[in-house]
């Protein structure tokens, strides 16, 4: 038993997305010990709302952690780390725990219009945060709250409120100590957490008008956050962050020269910029780690509907089983009409909360959904091209989440003009996440570039005069619609 539990030489991983919370087991190799997925899903009401069910929530994180942890030696578990949706919000009793509101997830925009009265505040919340002005973020989720839930209202009232991104409630309920903290990846997307200060800030809860309590305590992503109980062994937890923050270290340290795209429910482009950040007018500043260095920032820009978008308009084309026959589809030798993708309001470079999606030109079912398709392509490029603006040595694009499995899509974002690096691992999240709490605990998880080396596809830019003429096009046509709306 006693050189059991001076080997403990794997971690867990616990990595909680939008259709499901997995986890696994993973030592310094990178070799997968114990594997546990729960599918989760998000309601869409009649109004807009797109939120969790906060227990269920909680019952899929216990249940996968259930399933990977009972497949090992428990005792060999060193910590564990956890990486979430990062604009996820949620209202909870302070003493009790309970959850007063649901989990208000971050496609959701049901405070857009009254977040609109404050334009006027637009560049001032921009240099303080980052970000833009959208309800994409948390500010206007909780100021919606505080507004239209009872319970929310009257644990004001009490002095009893506690509110803030889903991963502080998370932590609260998986650890015996139920702590009320929060990393900075997942406070820097509510608009209440300021780059220079690294914490909240009391003028942008002023301006959201909110109540300068009821926050979590801001903390470093590596921090021991308490412990996991898990069927009576302690697990400490002992890094949170957010889920495209952890998929950016999948292959070992962020590089300057790279781009690196999550293409999933939403798209993000991340290309690393030092320990400072810098405000450009077009794209996010986020950061994405706070250790013992100090603060790791990037520009970041959000496609708001790529798989989302996807999965709505093959329901509407009657092709609902499209993922089965996406390659085929990416090999259609049709002539797809133009996509303008506003689904959730359009992300960087353009910003418009309220955008009209919309077809230029005719085209059947199938060539419909091959342009959707174009348009998440599209819509990466136009970011693409204001990192390059910014950073003229990027070279090369890593590529990981759900549409990276599909050669296509790949093939075409590689024709736009960069090569594109698919590595075999294309769930890059957890990977991330074990790379970084390797690190943090003194062991170097140098599998990590070792895998990106020898275990991935290079998609070369090919001449594709058809697609290059389709994005000029498109760009043409995006930038009419943004002047005429």
Known sequence: MAKSRLHRDLILVIDQGGHASRTQIVDQSGDIHGYGEVAISASHNADGHIEYNPESMLASLLGAIKKATGQVDKRRILAAALATQRSNVICWHRETGQALSPIISWQDRRAHEWLAKKQDQATFVHNRTGLFMSAHYGASKLHWCITHINAVRQASLNN???WGPMASWLTSKLCRERPCVCDPVNASRTLLWSLQQQDWSPELLQLFEL???????????HYHFGNLDIEGHD???????????AALYAFGHPQTDNAYITAGTGGFV?????????IDEQLLSSIVLLDQNGPHFVHEGTVNGAGSALDYYAIQFGQSDYIHKFNSLLTHPGNPPLFLNGFSGLGTPFMRAQ???RFIGEGDEINSLLAVIESIVFLLQANLERMQQLNPSLQRIIIGGGLARFDGFCQRLADMGMPVIRPAQTETTSQGLAFLLFHSLGKKPDLNNRLLACNSYTFTPQNNPALTRRYQQWRCAMKDALQHE
């Open 160 to 162: 009893t409120l506690t």
């Open 211 to 221: 109540p300068d309590y009821g926050l979590p305590d801001c903390c470093a992503n």
């Open 235 to 245: 697990i400490p937890l002992q890094l949170v962050t957010g889920d495209q923050a």
């Open 270 to 278: 991340l290309n690393p910029c030092g320990q400072q950040a810098i």
């Open 355 to 357: 955008f009209q999606s």
